[in-house]
């Protein structure tokens, strides 16, 4: 299964259109914001505190505010940097849980094999296939001409396959077990399949065996097959206890039937997707119920999508006027039904990217804007005796400051984040201590690295000439 973000797995990427509210929205945003944020150094150049300018021309302490000061830590632009930080490691952290959520996902393993499988619906008329007899017999030799296809390894028809639509219906009894209750039935996923069907998909047969031609024929037990998850429902000793294979059920979507002896118990599969559990579950002939519309399902030799022509070759064969649809590979099934979490994840990652680089900017402009503005107490400091690295570790030192502030308000607000992404976690804690930890050491290196370059040029002032300016 493919992992790159498309058009195709993107969930209604065939509504996505231009909006011309939403394109006003943003240039008047933009604007707004430009105003907003020009307006606060406006304001300051149009209202000079000329007494506080001479004072600190005739002290020597330094220029502007940073110097008056001595720290960032309460300055209006360390403020806005704060946040930016504080907004990174908000994002950051959404998108690492994110991240880790959909990679432990996909290694969930689905319970078959859907590489090298196509798949392709097929609903029959019902004024041409109106009776049991006309669709299974239309289906069933189907299958035999798809399967003597070359490049062909095996074919099968089913009414739904995992992630489509499902019909459940109840388990009323078990031979031998007093009849269930009605208030809390059990419920189970019921599944029409032509022979082969386990085989194609690669579902693992744990005991008995799989239907064959001669199941369900007139004269014959009505014949099942169950999942792992219904068997230990049923048999809570299983699989330890005795065998089910040969035991008797009894469900509500067809009484008429009676007993439903138990031919097989095949492994559980995701039939609802890689993020549920699969759901108890048995199987039927198709012969007992043919549906009217069912799903092709052909394991292949190379890729699937070069045999669509030859399929259709042979629907054609059998009814020129029978179409085909929701031609899909099987790995293409399962990826759709990761679109929104992909989608999610991408578009969250990359407001992180650029947050993680706006916050990068600002703090690198910061501390450059103080080294700038105390160049003058730079100098005292060389001529006083400072080495490099005292003036190294002092410039680092408000840059650490400014990333430990916005780290700490940042993890305050992811921690009420995530608790909104709890559904789009997949076995991973919204308060996972290793993300949260290694994101934070993760924006503490970074903002050092920001820092670094204004720290080196702080450090190569010349005392002299510094004083000079002053």
């Known amino acids: ?92 952290i959404g998108a690492a849980l994110l991240i880790e959520s959909f990679v432990r996902l996909r290694d969930v ?22 009776t049991d007899q006309k669709k299974a017999a239309f289906f069933g030799e189907l299958v035999q ?14 009414m739904s396959l995992p992630t489509t639509t499902w019909i459940r219906t109840n388990i009323t009894q078990v031979q031998g077990q007093a009849p269930w209750d009605e208030k809390e039935p059990l419920m189970a996923v019921v599944q029409s399949v032509t022979p082969g069907y386990f085989q194609t998909l690669g579902i693992p047969m744990r005991r008995g065996r799989e239907f064959t031609g001669r199941d369900n024929r007139p004269g014959a037990p009505p014949m099942i097959i169950v999942n792992e998850s219904l068997a230990r429902r049923i048999w809570p000793e299983y699989p330890n206890g005795p065998d089910p294979v040969g035991q008797h059920i ?61 399929v259709r070759g042979q629907v054609s064969a059998m009814d020129r006027d029978q179409s085909v649809s929701e031609i899909k590979t099987m790995e293409a099934v399962f990826d759709a039904t990761l679109g929104q979490r992909r989608l999610t994840m991408f578009l969250l990652g990359s407001f992180a990217g650029a947050a993680l680089l706006l916050a990068m900017v600002g703090i690198y402009g910061v501390i450059a804007y103080s080294v700038a503005q105390r160049t003058q107490e730079v100098g005292v400091r060389r001529a006083l005796g400072a080495q490099q690295g005292d003036i190294l570790r002092l410039v680092l030192g408000e840059c650490l400051a400014l990333a430990l502030g916005g780290v700490a308000i940042g993890i305050a607000g992811a921690l009420a984040l995530t608790r909104v992404m709890k559904e789009f976690l997949f076995h991973v804690s919204s308060t996972d201590p290793a993300t949260y930890v290694g994101i934070a050491l993760l924006f503490v290196v970074v903002a050092l690295a920001a820092g670094f370059v204004p720290a080196r040029r702080a450090t190569r002032i010349d005392p002299m000439a510094a004083l000079r300016i002053g």
């Not at 001409?145 to 089913?158: D, L």
Request: proline share 8%; charged share 15%.
């Open 250 to 310: 009894s469900e509500g979507y067809d009484k008429a039937i009676g007993w439903l002896e138990v031919a097989g118990i095949a492994a559980d599969i995701h039939e609802g997707g890689l993020a549920y559990d699969p759901p108890p579950e048995f199987y039927v002939p198709c012969v007992l119920h043919p549906p009217q519309s069912a799903y092709l399902a052909v394991r292949t030799q190379g890729d699937p999508l070069s045999f669509v022509n030859s």
């Open 109 to 130: 393993n689905p319970g078959f094999q859907p590489a090298n499988l196509l798949t392709m619906k097929i609903a029959l008329p019902p004024g041409r296939y109106n």
């Open 145 to 158: 001409r798809v399967e003597a296809a070359p490049g062909v390894r095996g074919a099968a028809m089913a």
């Open 1 to 92: 299964m493919t992992g790159a973000v498309n058009a195709l797995y993107l969930p209604g990427a065939a509504d996505i259109r231009l909006d011309g509210m939403v394109l006003g929205f943003n240039l008047v945003l933009s604007v707004a914001t430009a105003v907003l944020f020009g307006l606060f150094p406006s304001l300051q150049i149009s209202r000079p505190d000329l007494a506080g300018v001479l004072r600190e021309s005739g002290s020597g302490a330094g220029r502007g505010s940073a110097g008056r000061r001595g720290a960032l830590g309460i300055s209006p632009r360390a403020l806005l940097v704060v946040g930016q930080v504080a907004l990174s490691i908000v994002l950051l």
